[in-house]
C-alpha cells in the first residue's frame, strides 16, 4: 500500500504491522520520511477490512457484469491532494479538493466514505468527487478518524472542522460559502446526516480550528446509511450480541445497553425539524440500511422541508462503488443538489 507523507517526502511503501492483542484486521502503519538525514515517523491504527476490491468481489459473485465505477476529469478540473485541514488531534488529517472550470465561486460538496465507522478511506469517493467537479461543484473528500484509533464523537468533530475549513478557505478554492453540501455512503451517511441536523441543535458546540466558522451545511445526501441508532431495524443488526464487537458498538465503545445515551446523540432522527436540511436518500435494497429513514422524511413533511428518496432495486449494499448503478446514483445526487443549491433568482 502506498501513501504520500509530507511535502518534500517521497512516495514510499507503507510498512503494516499487526497490531496485538487487536482483532480484525487492525494494523499499525509506519511511515518513514527521510529529509536531510532526519527520520519523521507517524503512526495510527487503521482497519482495512472494507476496500473496493474485496467489496467488488463479493458483489459480482451475485451481479457477475458490474464493473467498479471510474470517473475521468473533464478539461479544466484540478484536483490538489492531501491538503491537511486538522493538525491539533495528534497527526495530520486530509482532504483532496476537486475544483471545476469555473468563473466564479461553485457551490461545494463534502464527501465522507464508508466503511462502517472503522475502515475506508476517502479514495472511494473519488469517482463521485470527479463526477461532482465535472459538474460545476467543488468537491472534498475527507480523511477522519476512525474507531481503531478513536471512538465516537472524534469523527464527527474531524467532519466539524473540515466543513469550516472549506468556509475559512473559501476563497482560495472557489467556493460558495453559503451553499455547501454533505454526502455521505453508509456508515458515512450516518455521520453526514448527523452533521446536517446536529449544528442546529441547541446544545450543539464547536470543537477543533476555526471555531468561530459555521459548519452548518445547506442539503444532505444519505447515500444508503441509517439515521437511527434506536430502531428496532437498527438494533437488531448493530446491537446484535453474536458480533464481537458490533461495528456500532466498536464505534461508541460499547453495546446500547451500555452506551445508551451515545446510541441515542448519534441518531439523526433525534434531532429532524424545520431548520434540518433537505435530503436525498437514495438506498440499495437491504432494508437493514433504511432504518430510521421513514420516520426521518415523515417529520421533514410535517416541517414543510424538501427531501427525495430513491431505491434501487435487487443492488447490494455498496451499490454506490459499481456500474452500473453509479451512474443512476451520480445522476440523482447532481440533479437533487442542482434543485436545492440554486442561489434565489437564477
Not at 238 to 252: H, I, L, R, T, Y
Request: proline share 7%.
Amino acid at each position: 500500500m502506498n501513501v504520500t507523507i509530507g511535502q518534500g517526502c517521497k512516495r514510499i511503501e507503507v510498512l503494516q504491522v499487526a497490531m496485538m492483542g487487536v482483532k480484525g484486521a487492525a494494523w499499525l502503519i509506519v511511515s518513514v520520511c527521510l529529509m536531510g538525514g532526519a527520520v519523521a515517523a507517524a503512526q495510527h491504527p487503521v482497519d482495512d477490512s472494507f476496500t473496493v476490491a474485496k467489496a467488488f468481489a463479493k458483489a459480482r459473485q451475485d451481479h457477475p457484469d458490474i464493473q467498479i465505477a471510474s470517473v475521468v476529469p473533464e478539461a479544466g478540473v484540478s484536483v490538489v491532494r492531501d491538503l491537511v485541514y486538522r493538525d491539533d488531534v495528534g497527526r495530520a488529517l486530509h482532504v483532496d479538493v476537486y475544483t471545476p472550470k469555473a468563473n466564479k465561486p461553485a457551490p461545494a460538496v463534502l464527501l465522507v466514505h464508508g466503511g462502517g465507522w472503522m475502515s475506508g478511506t476517502r479514495s472511494h469517493q473519488e469517482p463521485m468527487a470527479t463526477h461532482l467537479a465535472n459538474s460545476g461543484f467543488v468537491a472534498v473528500t475527507v480523511e477522519y478518524r476512525l474507531s481503531p484509533e478513536a471512538k465516537y464523537p472524534a469523527g464527527m468533530s474531524d467532519l466539524h472542522a473540515a466543513v469550516r475549513w472549506l468556509r475559512a478557505n473559501a476563497g482560495e478554492y472557489g467556493i460558495d460559502e453559503e451553499r455547501i453540501a454533505i454526502l455521505g455512503c453508509s456508515s458515512g451517511a450516518q455521520m453526514a446526516a448527523l452533521l446536517g441536523v446536529m449544528t442546529h441543535a441547541p446544545d450543539y458546540v464547536a470543537d477543533g480550528p476555526n471555531p468561530s466558522v459555521s459548519s452548518r451545511v445547506q442539503a444532505i445526501v444519505n447515500i444508503d446509511g441509517i439515521v437511527s441508532f434506536t430502531t428496532p431495524m437498527a438494533l437488531k443488526h448493530e446491537n446484535d450480541p453474536a458480533k464481537q464487537p458490533s461495528a456500532a458498538e466498536a464505534w461508541f465503545g460499547g453495546r446500547y445497553e451500555q452506551a445508551t445515551g451515545l446510541w441515542e446523540q448519534a441518531s439523526p432522527l433525534a434531532y429532524v425539524g424545520n431548520q434540518t436540511p433537505p435530503t436525498l436518500f437514495i438506498n440499495s435494497s437491504q432494508p437493514r440500511f433504511h432504518a430510521g429513514r421513514d420516520d426521518y422524511i415523515a417529520r421533514l413533511e410535517g416541517a414543510g422541508v424538501y427531501s427525495e428518496v430513491h431505491t434501487l432495486p435487487n443492488t447490494p449494499h455498496p451499490f454506490w462503488l459499481f456500474d452500473p448503478w453509479f451512474e443512476s446514483t451520480a445522476f440523482w445526487v447532481t440533479t437533487f443538489l442542482e434543485r436545492v443549491l440554486t442561489p434565489p433568482g437564477t
